[in-house]
């Protein structure tokens, strides 16, 4: 079983940056994919950045592009929220694969609990 915990979210103005941060424990293996996604009230959870952590490939979703960042140490995923808007709010999810990352949620097996993101205008 894989463990997820997430820190981070909260609230913060138009313009302005927050940082979330997922470790992971337990039966990781050695190909390890960790995923954050999102979803707003009302619609379907969204793939925000992808990491493989064993050989540091990253993947960020086109719609987040020079805004987001992903990065990762020791079983720890970041992901770096920058130049936020009132859009971004929404609740914030880690997930984890072992191997291959994919964008679908469904491929995905361990979640961590969800932490909020608010953006006031």
């Known amino acids: 079983h894989v463990q997820l915990v997430v820190s981070g979210g909260g609230s913060v103005q138009t313009g302005g940056s927050l940082s979330l941060s997922c470790a992971a424990s337990?039966?990781?293996?050695?190909?390890?994919?960790m995923a954050w996604f999102r979803q707003a009230p009302g619609k379907e959870r969204e793939g925000v950045a992808l990491?493989?952590?064993?050989?540091?490939h990253t993947e960020i979703a086109g719609s987040f592009e020079g805004r987001f960042t992903i990065s990762q140490d020791n079983n720890t995923s970041y992901l770096q929220m920058n130049s936020l808007a009132p859009e971004d709010s929404a609740m914030y999810y880690c997930?984890?694969?072992?191997?291959?990352?994919?964008?679908?949620?469904?491929?995905?097996?361990?979640w961590g609990q969800g932490t909020q993101v608010t953006v006031s205008s």
């Open positions: 990491i493989r952590t064993d050989i540091d």
């Open positions: 997930a984890f694969r072992g191997g291959t990352c994919f964008w679908d949620v469904s491929r995905y097996s361990y």
């Open positions: 337990g039966l990781l293996g050695s190909r390890k994919c």
